[in-house]
C-alpha cells in the first residue's frame, strides 16, 4: 500500500515522543513532519530523540495546509489539545488523539459532530485498548466465560515531581483527570454509561496544594460497581492491577501494565479451555512503546479500508464524559 503522511500537533504530551517514533518505525507511514507553537520547547525537542529526525513546520497553517497529508497525530499538552484536534478535524485530516479529551465538554461534542460531517475518522490514544491482558479479559467478560460482571476494580497510581504535578494542577480532578480516562475506558467498555458517579478528590502529600494527589472514582451500574483509584505518589516500581469479577469467575492484572503483568484467571467451572479454579495465564511481555505501535496499526488499518473502528465515536464521547463527570466538569 502507499504510504500514509501522517504529521505531528504539538510535542508536550507525555505520550508524543513514544507515538512519533511508532510513526517513524511504521513502514505504512511517511512522516511528514512535526509543528510545536512554543519556540522554546521546539528548540529543546529538535536535539532529542526521536525529533532530531524529522521536519519541523513554520505553523500550523503550513502543515495543515498541506494536502498531502493525510492524517496528524494531537500530541499537546491536555490543556492545548483539545483546540488542536479542533483544528486538525476542520482541516478535513484524521487525528490520532492522545487522551484525554480536553476539559470543555460542550467544545468536544462540537469536534465529534464535525468528525462525522468531515468524513474524517478520529482515534483516541488510549493504549490499553492494545494490551494483550487487557484485551484478553474483555474477551472472556463479553463472552460470559466470568458470568454477570458484579464488580470492576481499577489501580493505576503513579509517582510525579513537583514540576509535573504543577503543571496538571489546572486541571480539576488532578492525577485522576490525567490518568483515569485509560481504567474509564476499560470500564465503560465492559458495563456501559454508569447511573451514577462518585469521587473522592484530595490532596494528601501537601507538595502542590492545588493538585489533586490522592484519588478515587465510585461508578454505579444496574448490577455492578466499579472502582478507580489513582494517587500521584506510589513508591517506584508501581503495583498496577486490574480487577473483573463476574458470577462465575474473575480475572485481576497481576502487578504492572507495563511490560503487561500476567492474568489470575479463577472459574467456578471449567469452560473456555480453562481449568475449574484459580490458573496463572501468562502473557508476552509488552512494552508502553508496543502499545503505541500497536495503536497505530490499528489506526493506519482502518484508514487504508481493511478493518473497522476498534471504538465507535459514541464510546470515545462516552468515556469523555464519564471522565468529566467524575472530575466536575459535567454536573451530576
Known amino acids: 500500500m502507499t504510504p500514509i503522511r501522517m504529521a505531528q500537533y504539538g510535542t508536550k504530551h507525555g ?11 511504521n513502514p505504512h507511514v511517511e ?23 524529522v521536519h519541523w513546520f513554520e505553523s500550523a497553517a503550513e502543515m495543515l495546509g498541506d494536502r498531502s497529508i493525510a492524517a496528524v497525530a494531537s500530541e499537546g499538552l491536555n490543556s492545548q489539545s483539545l483546540d488542536y484536534t479542533e483544528e486538525i478535524v476542520q482541516a478535513g485530516k484524521h487525528v490520532w488523539y492522545d487522551k484525554p479529551a480536553g476539559d470543555n465538554w460542550a467544545q468536544w461534542q462540537r469536534v465529534v459532530d464535525q468528525v462525522r460531517k468531515q468524513g ?17 479479559i474483555a474477551e472472556w467478560a463479553k463472552s460470559g466465560l466470568l458470568g454477570e460482571i458484579f464488580s470492576v476494580r ?33 470500564v465503560v467498555w465492559l458495563l456501559g454509561r454508569p447511573n451514577r458517579v462518585t469521587t473522592f478528590l484530595r490532596n494528601d502529600s501537601g507538595i ?25 505518589m506510589e513508591p517506584r516500581p508501581m503495583a498496577r492491577r486490574f480487577e473483573v469479577y463476574g458470577s462465575r469467575g474473575s480475572a485481576i492484572i497481576i502487578d504492572r501494565f507495563d511490560p503487561a503483568g500476567d492474568i489470575r484467571l479463577c472459574l467456578e467451572e471449567a469452560g473456555g479451555g480453562y481449568p475449574q479454579g484459580a490458573s496463572r495465564i501468562e502473557v508476552p511481555e509488552q512494552s508502553r512503546q508496543e502499545m503505541y505501535e500497536r495503536e497505530l496499526e490499528a489506526f493506519v488499518a482502518v484508514l487504508s479500508g481493511k478493518k473497522a473502528p476498534d471504538r465507535t465515536l459514541e464510546h470515545e464521547l462516552l468515556v469523555q464524559e464519564t471522565l468529566l463527570r467524575a472530575t466536575g466538569g459535567i454536573q451530576e
Open 15 to 25: 505520550h508524543a515522543g513514544g507515538k512519533l517514533l511508532a510513526m517513524l518505525r
Open 31 to 53: 512522516v511528514a513532519g512535526v509543528y510545536e507553537p512554543d519556540p522554546a520547547r521546539r528548540a529543546a525537542a529538535a536535539q532529542e530523540e526521536p525529533y532530531r529526525h
Open 120 to 136: 474524517v475518522y478520529l482515534q483516541m490514544g488510549y493504549m490499553f485498548r492494545y494490551h494483550v491482558a487487557f484485551g484478553q
Open 154 to 186: 481499577a489501580h493505576m497510581s503513579t509517582w510525579l515531581t513537583e514540576a509535573q504535578r504543577a503543571v496538571i494542577s489546572e486541571h480539576e480532578g488532578g492525577i485522576f483527570y490525567d490518568l483515569a480516562g485509560h481504567m474509564i475506558d476499560q
Open 208 to 232: 502542590v496544594p492545588a493538585f489533586k494527589d490522592n484519588t478515587l472514582g465510585v461508578f454505579e451500574f444496574d448490577r455492578a460497581l466499579a472502582f478507580i483509584d489513582i494517587a500521584a
